[in-house]
């Protein structure tokens, strides 16, 4: 089964409350179920209010979900702290998603803690799952990732660069998902997500362009669905914004509700997260500031265009500087991150010009945009240390004073796993927005027979 426009991302703009991956974890206050029964409200006919008790049940247990996804375990106590819930609507709750298999609670051992320890409440190890597959261009990488974000299994295999046909990466994911227990977990998985290097059609994981594959308007979602032999939807995006949004959840930006991601391998992207949503555009493709035109009497780019910011920030960039040749991939990225550790001085100015220039895109970006974070990933997370100066000189002499002053620049936190991370929260995203879905009849019936 294909069901590209099932939630996902392409739903968050349109209908932001039900997916918003709220990035401090907290569900706004809802009103208890005992509420309908105030003389206050109006007057129902009963099946409303029914159906009103019925979507109170499914927003409380959905907030209590993702509470323990984004934060992980807690005590109950904690969790009515975090949702405004009561302590009898979470026992009640807490009760469901237990008799339902979804969460499990344990004692909490503390050490030389006086009095019971208060239950720690925590997803149940492998009870939903979804498959999350990245598309790198030097590596494809393939995980079992559960709710809580813990990886049940991940497997990365390095690949050679150069344009492989659809048929050739599709059996090459095919293989590596073989690899994990994905046989073993099927009836657990409900979703696969992909980040893929390259621009994506969102509403039906349409690879519109991905140059280093050399692909053009390929349908990977479909043909991934021909191959997976899961009945649960894919999801395909890019990977930029995939790693801004594992990131904020998991990453360097924790805690930040406007952040901008540069993701730098061959080509440069970018992923926008404004008041805690995504940014994707129309189509998905928002967020390509690799092609920003910073350089009119520049180098020509691999889009058409003449002097787009990654032809002086990406690796063909440092490349050239660094006096290597500039398709040396990243066995040469690797010798000249070793030369600028070890002093050397041309390694050091290549990174500094870098680190130059990409400070005067980004004094743009922040002048536009007015983040609270950048996070710097892929080559430019490993360049941090080299090319930090020079960018921060750049910032503080380009961008406007105000939002300058209030943003913080950081490597990321995840590495090369960020987009595969992010490709996890995606396909996790409609089971968070509504647990009470997969909880099915079973959970209802002991919920009933305990009440
Ligand atoms: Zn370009």
Redesign the pocket.
């Known amino acids: 089964m294909y069901e590209p426009t099932t939630g996902g991302l392409e739903d968050r703009s349109t209908n932001p409350p039900s997916i918003s991956f709220a990035t401090h974890g907290v569900a706004p206050a809802r009103p208890e179920p005992t509420t309908f029964s105030c003389r206050c409200d109006p007057v129902l006919p009963a099946d409303s209010i029914g159906q009103r008790s019925e979507t109170v049940r499914r927003a409380n247990l959905a907030a209590i979900v993702r509470e323990l996804h984004v934060r992980g375990p807690q005590s109950r106590s904690e969790l009515v702290a975090r949702t405004g819930l009561t302590r009898t609507a979470i026992r009640a709750l807490i009760g469901e998603l237990v008799a339902g298999e979804l969460l499990v609670e344990e004692r909490r051992p503390l050490a030389g803690a006086p009095g019971r320890p208060s239950p720690l409440v925590r997803p149940k190890p492998a009870a939903v799952l979804v498959l999350a597959i990245q598309v790198a261009v030097d590596s494809l990488a393939a995980a079992l990732v559960g709710v809580g974000g813990t990886p049940l299994e991940r497997i990365r295999i390095s690949r050679p660069r150069g344009h492989f046909s659809v048929d050739e990466i599709v059996a090459d994911l095919r293989d590596l998902t073989e690899r994990l227990p994905v046989r073993r977990h099927r009836h657990a998985i409900v979703g696969v997500g992909v980040a893929m290097a390259g621009l994506v059609r969102r509403a039906d994981g349409m690879v519109s362009r991905a140059p280093n594959l050399g692909w053009q308007d390929v349908p990977l979602g479909e043909r991934l669905a021909a191959v997976l032999d899961l009945e649960v939807p894919i999801f395909v995006a890019n990977e930029a914004d995939l790693a801004a949004m594992a990131e904020l959840r998991r990453g360097a930006a924790r805690g930040a509700d406007d952040l901008l991601m540069v993701w730098g391998e061959v080509g440069v992207g970018g992923g926008l997260i404004v008041d805690g949503k995504p940014v994707t555009g129309a189509a998905g493709y928002a967020g390509e500031v ?2 920003m035109s910073v350089n009119p009497a520049g180098r020509r ?5 003449i002097g ?1 910011w ?2 002086e920030i990406g690796e063909g960039a440092l490349l050239r500087l660094a006096g290597r040749p500039d398709d040396g991939g990243s066995d040469e990225v690797d010798a000249v991150l070793a030369d600028a550790a070890a002093g050397n001085a041309r390694a050091l100015g290549a990174f500094r010009e870098v680190g130059r220039w990409l400070g005067i895109g980004l004094a743009n970006l922040v002048n536009i945009l007015n983040p609270r974070v950048i996070i710097l990933g892929g080559l430019f997370a490993q360049a941090f240390p080299f090319i930090d100066r020079a960018l921060d000189r750049e910032l503080d002499r380009t961008a406007l004073r105000g939002p300058r002053g209030l943003v913080r620049v950081a490597p990321a936190g995840l590495g090369i796993d960020a987009p595969l991370v992010g490709a996890a929260e995606l396909a996790l995203e409609p089971f968070l927005a509504d647990p009470a879905g997969w909880l099915g009849p079973r959970a209802q019936l002991a919920a009933a027979a305990g009440a």
């Open positions: 690799g092609h780019c691999g889009c058409g265009s787009c990654e032809t």
